[in-house]
């Protein structure tokens, strides 16, 4: 099983960057799948998920329309579209993806890391001007 995260990088603030997370070893379609973030020091945060359909998107309080979720189970892969990028927004960006997650979606449940079964690797986005 992996998960491979990337598309991370130095960007400046107002700017966008479009994370990719390729799965393998696994049924990518039974899937949810949700983004983390955590800044060194600091717990990990929610961000996004989107359910095993692609049918439901959950998005993180400080998102405020800036950041898409979006997947594509033919090609085994979830896209993170961040828009308007924030100085805040500095973090290592975790993917995650979790089976059982198939019969307990909800706004709730997709946002606890706890819940996960599998963790890609992480990629670094760094805002500054």
């Known amino acids: 099983v992996q998960l491979q995260a990337s598309g991370g990088g130095l960007v400046q603030p107002g700017g966008s960057l479009r994370l990719s997370c390729a799965a393998s070893?696994?049924?990518?379609?039974?899937?949810?799948i949700a983004w983390f973030r955590q800044i060194p020091g600091e717990e990990r945060e929610f961000v996004a998920a989107?359910?095993?359909?692609?049918?439901?998107?959950t998005y993180g309080n400080f998102v405020k329309g800036r950041f898409t979720i979006s997947r594509d189970n033919a090609l085994n892969t979830v896209w993170l579209q961040m828009n308007s990028l924030r100085l805040e927004d500095t973090a290592v960006y975790y993917c995650?993806?979790?089976?059982?997650?198939?019969?307990?979606?909800?706004?709730?449940?997709?946002?606890?890391?706890?819940?996960?079964?599998?963790w890609g690797q992480g990629t670094l986005v760094t805002v500054s001007s």
């Open positions: 995650a993806a979790d089976y059982e997650m198939k019969y307990r979606y909800s706004d709730y449940t997709c946002s606890r890391s706890i819940l996960y079964d599998f």
């Open positions: 070893g696994f049924t990518f379609s039974s899937y949810s």
């Open positions: 989107i359910s095993y359909t692609g049918g439901s998107t």
